[in-house]
């Protein structure tokens, strides 16, 4: 028997109604064997069709079922659409059948962009547990903190048993690690009962090094007229390696019901076809599920605000928003005066830049990057705040320092409080990062888990990016810079939960937790159709500035702050406001006009109409 094939999606095992259907793009491949668990290592031939397509019904097999295919009578390999690898990704793959999982909210159709907090995690060090169980277990917390929307780093299969997740090899598959497949429905279904939206981290701009076989049987994925900073550039010339990508998007939007993805590093997806994937993938996911709000969210380091363009009434066909480093690096330019890498383009006039974030978007609209040698940016200054998603921390900015330093080991106290107070009160959409809630001491360092020659390389190449930096020239300082392959390192970036009741952090989760309450209750509504509706900004004194933004309702929000350690005069209350929220001592002292050291206030101005 063939087999009625039920889903619609090409790559991967297809659960049928009396089977599975099993099929393999091996373009590279001459002959394709089925090798079933059940079958005892037999080897059942693929019958080979067009355009190097390989296919195969079984009778009789059902969800669980473990098995690999044979090329050329050569090497054994897990399927690139696996849904699980229970044995990680060297072992066999398992069919996995996603309409099993009783949904307890199957009428979730999630929420509305302009009411997205963002909550940023690495499931292996968010809690001790290091799975999906372990994240479910702390969405009440997350829920009481106010965030309506939490963000997992990749959970894409990767090799071993610790990853970021940026070097995953097999895109459909959650990581055993982490728990099964139903662990992380699950996660999302408790989610969504809780009102927070679940969104994921995906990468499709390069695949890892460690358990990627297809170059092997299709090599035709990959391209030598690019590349990337990690690897070979994947061909989106070609229509099968365009659908194995949005075919994985439907899959985790669809199968997991996922609210949004953010999309990794797009700047390395080289892609001259007549239309560019990132808007094919756009329109297809939109078009394909059309009742639900679903948030599209880029990683761009070239600022490509055309991607993040409105239709006439406001809404985005496409994508809904990017990260926004500008406002990343303006920040901690001022409150920490670092001025090595990216913070070079910052360091002279980064409260103009933090203006122009909070006001037009991007501080770089195509203005030349003495960093990148280059211009970079698009002009951004015509879209809306939620356009850009904002933050102090993430775990690039952390990470990506060799000592994997938070803020709060950097910062004054009073600089981080008066920055948190401007992020998680502008219109733009904020992001906080696991444990920043309550200003978490633990680092997030870079972790993997390779062996052998490729762990002694990742070693020593993490090692040489640093030498550049004038504390790292020295070989011996670079030396100590922690091992990613190392337990120890991946150990030493996870959360400690028992510090969030005691001082200081109950201080700093209380701050926290008083923003964004403000932020549900006076910005949130207001935000529904914002457009760019008349954004005046200035700066004044030394390091101050102030910032109007008419809301959706015709009130105009207003900041003023000051950046400088010191005193700044010049400062008055709005007319006609009221007082939403201020840093201590900052509305006590506009009674004379100045603003103290490390301070921000805001204010409302109700609409007259």
Not at 207 to 227: C, I, K, S, V
């Amino acid at each position: 028997m063939t087999g009625q094939i039920l889903p619609t999606n090409r790559f991967g095992p297809r659960p049928t109604a009396d089977g599975v259907h099993f099929r393999l793009w091996a373009p590279g491949a001459e002959r394709v064997d089925l090798i079933l668990d059940e079958a005892r290592g037999a080897a059942l031939p693929m019958k080979a069709g067009d355009d190097g397509w390989f296919e195969r019904h079984v009778d009789d097999v059902r969800a669980g079922s473990r098995y690999r295919y044979l090329i050329d009578n050569e090497v054994h390999v897990p399927d690139p659409a696996s849904r699980y690898q229970p044995e990680d990704v060297h072992g066999p793959s398992a069919v996995v059948d996603p309409n099993s999982f009783a949904w307890s909210t199957p009428d979730w159709t999630g929420r509305p962009w302009h009411e997205t907090v963002l909550y940023e995690l690495h499931v292996g060090t968010f809690t001790p547990e290091g799975t999906f169980d372990g994240v479910r277990r702390k969405l009440d917390h997350l829920a009481d903190l106010g965030v309506t929307a939490v963000e997992l780093m990749p959970v894409a299969d990767f090799p071993g048993q610790r990853s970021w997740g940026y070097d995953g090899v097999l895109p459909f598959a959650p990581d055993s690690a982490y728990g099964t497949p139903d662990d992380l429905r699950r996660l999302v279904d408790e989610a969504h009962d809780r009102g927070l939206m679940m969104f994921l981290d995906v990468v499709y701009n390069h695949f890892g090094p460690d358990g990627n076989f297809l170059h092997r049987y299709a090599p035709q994925f990959f391209t030598r007229d690019a590349d990337t900073p990690w690897g070979e550039a994947i061909d989106f010339s070609r229509r099968e390696v365009r659908d194995f990508v949005i075919e994985n998007a439907l899959h985790w939007l669809r199968d997991y019901r996922f609210d949004g993805l953010r999309l990794d590093a797009v700047h390395a997806i080289h892609d001259r076809s007549p239309q560019h994937i990132l808007d094919e993938l756009a329109e297809t996911v939109h078009a394909e599920l059309p009742d639900r709000h679903i948030h599209l969210v880029l990683e761009n380091e070239d600022n490509s605000a055309h991607y993040l363009r409105r239709d006439p009434r406001g809404r985005a066909p496409a994508y809904v928003a990017q990260w926004n480093d500008d406002i990343h690096h303006a920040c901690h330019v001022l409150a920490t005066g670092e001025s090595e890498a990216y913070y070079r383009d910052f360091i002279k006039e980064p409260l103009d830049q933090l203006r122009r974030c909070l006001a037009e978007g991007f501080a770089y609209q195509g203005e030349l990057s003495g960093f990148r040698g280059a211009a970079r940016g698009e002009r951004s200054a015509d879209l809306p705040p939620g356009a850009f998603v904002t933050f102090l921390q993430n775990h690039d900015q952390v990470g990506n320092r060799a000592f994997g330093e938070r803020l709060g080991a950097l910062a004054d106290d009073r600089a981080v409080a008066a920055l948190t107070a401007i992020v998680l009160l502008a219109p733009s959409p904020p992001m906080l990062f696991m444990g920043e809630e309550w200003s978490a001491p633990e680092p997030f360092l870079f972790f993997c888990d390779f062996h052998d020659e490729l762990a002694a390389a990742v070693r020593d190449g993490r090692r040489q990016e640093f030498a550049e930096f004038a504390a790292f020239r020295d070989p011996e300082t670079r030396n100590r810079i922690p091992d990613p392959n190392a337990l120890e390192t991946f150990e030493r970036s996870r959360l400690d939960w028992d510090r969030f009741g005691v001082e200081p952090h109950a201080t700093w989760l209380r701050l926290y937790k008083e923003l964004l309450d403000v932020r549900r209750r006076e910005i949130i509504p207001r935000l529904a159709d914002m457009t760019r509706n008349a954004i005046r900004s200035e700066c004044f004194g030394a390091r101050a500035l102030t910032v109007t933004w008419r809301l959706d309702d015709g009130a105009e929000l207003s900041l003023v702050a000051n950046t400088s350690p010191t005193e700044t005069a010049g400062f008055a209350v709005p007319d006609r406001s009221r007082l939403l929220y201020a840093t201590e001592g900052a509305v006590q002292s506009a009674v004379d006009g100045n603003l103290p050291a490390w301070s921000a206030a805001w204010f409302i101005a109700d609409s007259d109409e």
